[in-house]
């Protein structure tokens, strides 16, 4: 197979239509069996529940390619699962059991010409969703539906590698308990678009969401999980039920404790223990991890000791660990990674 005559080196994380994209229809009832197409766009009626009422959840993961020149998936099971949890509290019908992972798998095998070269930093991306594609007016869930997977090259999230960014505390809030904040969907990113841009154009990379209840405990970004790093070493991570519960910060919990002999704490965070933290990042798919060198509370600055030129070293041990299992280097954990190709 021929690779595309692309720059891999200096991909941004743009979407780029790719050749292949998968497609089922939900109608009277069912799936459809679901099939490869070539066509990005869709024709939808003006009315239909994703336009609407925001009828939507979606999932993101990555397929790589190995040392050994393999294409992997990463953990596409914990996805699939995860898109079930969130398509439940959308009122959106869960796909047939082994579904998500056959339209992947489909989707990266039939795009393998668009699947960055080891080495060039680059994954492609593939984005999997569930949108509401039957006519509501009257507030209700829809009657048809379609799950795509699509797939589009990307680079490294950061451009300039993982220079650590200042984020400030967000005045307002992401997610109410009780709510949708666990749960993966559009809506929930809608509505943090303000905040996220008010935060840039204040020179801030991103907001730090405190629990809207009681703005004390520290909940995550607007599409980040922290993890932070205790001066004795250990690894901490915000518990909270309206936190996205985020496969990279599951994994790199396992990662630290068998791979690095780390004690970890998943537990609350007081937004007060955040200056004893010695390290502390962000953590999703897109990034894996991006270093936070400062955090900015309505104008007192908070400096993690890690400073504003690279990573601190256990957060580094934490990247270079889950990364080079990412790509065949490192021994994975039974089931972690699906061989595509
Ligand atoms: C997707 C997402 C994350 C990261 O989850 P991963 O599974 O690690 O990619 C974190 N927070 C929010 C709000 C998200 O939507």
Redesign the pocket.
């Given at each position: 197979m021929e690779k595309k005559n692309l720059d891999w080196g200096n991909l941004g994380f743009t979407y780029m239509p790719t050749d292949y994209r998968y497609v089922s229809h939900y109608k009277d009832g069912q799936w459809d069996d679901g099939e490869l197409v070539t066509e990005e766009k869709i024709v939808l009626n003006e009315c239909a529940g994703v336009f609407q009422y925001a009828q939507t959840v979606f999932?993101?993961?990555k397929a790589y390619t190995t040392e050994d020149g393999h294409i992997v998936c990463f953990r596409p099971n914990?996805?699939a699962e995860?898109l079930q949890g969130s398509a439940e509290k959308l009122e959106i019908p869960t796909l047939p059991e082994g579904r998500f992972e056959e339209a992947v798998e489909k989707v990266v095998k039939a795009n393998a010409a668009w699947v960055p070269p080891y080495g060039s930093g680059a994954t492609l991306y593939i984005r999997p969703f569930i949108m509401g594609s039957g006519s509501v007016i009257g507030v209700a869930p829809s009657d048809e539906y379609q799950f795509r997977v699509f797939a589009t090259p990307v680079g490294p999230y950061f451009k300039d590698g993982a220079k650590p960014i200042t984020i400030r505390v967000s005045d307002e809030d992401?997610?109410a308990p009780h709510g949708t904040?666990n749960i993966?969907a559009g809506l929930?990113?809608a509505m943090s678009l303000h905040s996220t841009m008010d935060a840039h154009r204040e020179g801030f990379d991103e907001n730090m969401y405190l629990d809207s209840a009681t703005r004390t405990y520290i909940e995550?970004?607007?599409?980040?999980?922290f993890i932070f790093i205790t001066k004795d070493g250990k690894l901490v991570t915000p518990k909270s039920d309206s936190?996205?519960?985020?496969?990279?910060?599951?994994?790199l919990i396992q990662v630290a404790e068998e791979y690095l002999g780390l004690t970890v704490e998943h537990r609350k965070v007081k937004f007060s223990e955040l200056e004893d933290f010695v390290e502390v990042g962000l953590?999703?798919?897109?990034a894996v991890i991006s270093p936070v060198g400062k955090v900015v509370d309505h104008g007192r600055e908070i400096l993690i000791p890690t400073g504003m030129e690279e990573m601190g070293p256990v957060t580094r041990k934490l990247y270079e660990t889950l990364t080079g299992i990412q790509m065949g280097k490192i021994e994975a954990p039974k089931g972690w990674i699906k061989t595509i190709v």
């Open positions: 999932e993101g993961l914990m996805n995860r992401r997610a904040g993966k929930n990113y995550e970004t607007g599409g980040a999980n936190i996205l519960p985020s496969i990279t910060r599951r994994s953590c999703g798919t897109a």
